[in-house]
């Protein structure tokens, strides 16, 4: 389908640049654990049927576990290279996820995909090559932050593992790279492929709206705690040990509750710590990956968690457990901005359709401010924002939320508008998505998230340029980082969507029929 026309091309060239692209994620057990392309056939009539719908591209995962199952250095990507195939007969362009995280174990996840069993046998021996929590419960989703640079795996370190992999994919994709059909690369960094600690995990007992664990007591960010307190003239600071466990809330424990230790010196040295770990951890990898893929017409995007529960108290326990140190007084979100900024990185956030009055009113939960908070830090350092729904929604309230989110303050008729996200992915494509009446109201979102101007191939008729892919620029020092934690009021945004689907009184109805639940 082409740009839509009218009498007034030069409308609809303005009207064009409120575009935002909508991609969809395919299903997580696509390429089996077997590494082979399940149900060939019926995939790509669902690709088909994205494409009739005028979606511009779909995302999907490349698991470590599958491609690097037989050993080390063994990558065999024959199953993706059928898939990428027929997506791109589809006419639909791909955002690839390198995915260094287990799959199982939380929200939505619907199969069982481990990190390589080569890399499990290694952690049988020396389990502390995974999070760990207090009480010494290892967590086998992702390798530990703390052997980024650690020679454990056959002479490599993790982030060599990381590199490695990617190098290998570039070198196996290299017709999908050159020919386009590759768009963005987003990197795990992370539990569900985000930039956080493993706090919440379903498998370990955690249930909403608990505030999780701080997740560095294995033997090696132990012994670099260790060496960050005596360095700073306070050998006495330990980890904390106060901090509650996966279900607690803020005020039962002693170190969130009012006055409690996280505004102490050592438990602001601690969260400091903590979080810059986090930063450092995604700058090396975003490194390793801009020297991968440089001169590739693609971006690079990195993910961070919509971590939404106790958003509306004063200590935000359970972003803190998560490695976000957001504050009232301190924006926890702008210092990855910052980084992100360095390697000409999006920032994909999600939670982007949830309402605060959705969620039980203990939780304190406060995701529209969240999302306002974040993507307005990833405009104001002048990166690309871009951003997924965190539960599966079918709902009209959902993308009308979505669609205020993606343009905060409505169409602009004359062009640009203001704020914009750089795209949106919906979770996920399902059976239950492609029914009738659901599948109605999402092709309804995606006309609306096109501002009703049909699909548009073009991503430089709405300026979301897609260039080859420059070099890292200089590091930036820690310091500069954390001048990003000063915080700012978010910009504007609209109370509603402007395009709303279903009519102006929806989200009306759906409050109440929250509140009579």
């Given at each position: 389908m082409k740009v839509s026309t009218s009498s007034s091309p030069d409308y609809d060239k303005k009207l064009i640049q409120n575009y935002v692209p909508v991609y969809v994620m395919l299903p997580l057990g696509v390429v089996t654990t077997d590494n082979e392309l399940e149900d060939r056939d019926g995939i790509k009539k669902q690709l088909k049927q994205l494409q009739a719908a005028d979606v511009d591209g779909v995302m999907i995962d490349v698991w470590w576990g599958i491609v690097e199952s037989k050993g080390p250095n063994q990558y065999d990507w024959t199953a993706y290279r059928s898939l990428f195939k027929i997506i791109q007969e589809c006419g639909l362009k791909l955002q690839a996820i390198m995915s260094f995280h287990?799959?199982?174990?939380?929200?939505?996840?619907?199969?069982?995909i481990p990190l390589p069993s080569w890399i499990l046998k290694i952690g049988e021996l020396n389990p502390d090559i995974f999070y760990t929590n207090r009480s010494g419960t290892r967590n086998k989703e992702y390798l530990t932050l703390g052997v980024d640079n650690q020679p454990l795996f056959h002479g490599r370190t993790a982030?060599?593992?990381?590199?490695?992999?990617?190098?290998?994919?570039?070198?196996?994709?290299?017709d999908f790279l050159d020919n386009g059909l590759i768009i963005d690369i987003e990197v795990g960094l992370g539990p569900a492929g985000e930039l956080r600690y493993p706090s919440y995990v379903q498998n370990q007992g955690w249930e909403f709206p608990g505030i999780g664990e701080f997740q560095c007591y294995d033997k090696y960010l132990k012994m670099e705690f260790k060496g960050a307190a005596?360095?700073?003239?306070?050998?006495?600071?330990?980890?904390?040990?106060?901090?509650?466990?996966?279900?607690?809330?803020?005020?039962?424990?002693?170190?969130?509750?009012?006055?409690?230790t996280y505004q102490s010196d050592e438990g602001r040295f601690f969260l400091t710590w903590y979080s810059n770990k986090l930063l450092n951890h995604g700058d090396q990898i975003l490194e390793e990956a801009n020297q991968v893929f440089l001169g590739c017409k693609l971006k690079l995007a990195a993910k961070v968690a919509g971590i939404h529960w106790w958003y509306q108290t004063e200590n935000h326990a359970a972003e803190l457990t998560s490695g976000y140190y957001n504050l009232k007084t301190r924006d926890g979100y702008r210092p990855i901005a910052r980084m992100l900024s360095r390697h000409h990185a999006i920032l994909n956030f999600t939670c982007l359709e949830m309402r605060n009055y959705e969620h039980i009113s203990k939780a304190?939960?406060?995701?529209?401010?969240?999302?306002?908070?974040?993507?307005?830090?990833?405009?104001?350092?002048?990166?690309?924002?871009?951003?997924?729904?965190?539960?599966?929604?079918y709902d009209n309230a959902a993308y009308n939320?979505?669609?205020?989110?993606?343009?905060p303050t409505g169409i602009n008729k004359e062009g640009q508008p203001k704020h914009k996200m750089f795209g949106v992915t919906y979770l996920r494509l399902c059976n239950k998505l492609l029914q009738k009446r659901n599948f109605n109201i999402f092709k309804s979102f995606v006309m609306k998230m096109h501002a009703d101007q049909g699909y548009c191939p073009n991503p430089e008729d709405y300026n979301c340029y897609v260039v080859p892919l420059n070099q890292s620029k200089e590091k930036i020092s820690m310091e500069a980082l954390l001048e990003a934690t000063e915080p700012l009021e978010p910009f504007s945004w609209d109370k509603e969507t402007d395009t709303p689907i279903g009519g102006p009184f929806v989200d009306f109805f759906n409050r109440i029929l929250y509140i009579f639940k």
């Open positions: 287990q799959c199982g174990g939380n929200v939505g996840d619907s199969v069982n982030v060599e593992l990381y590199r490695d992999y990617m190098k290998s994919f570039r070198e196996n994709m290299v005596v360095t700073a003239g306070h050998p006495e600071w330990k980890l904390p040990d106060n901090a509650g466990t996966y279900n607690d809330a803020p005020e039962s424990t002693e170190f969130f509750r009012s006055n409690g304190k939960s406060g995701p529209e401010e969240l999302v306002q908070q974040v993507l307005s830090g990833g405009w104001r350092e002048g990166i690309p924002v871009a951003g997924e729904n965190a539960l599966p929604r939320q979505i669609l205020l989110n993606a343009r």
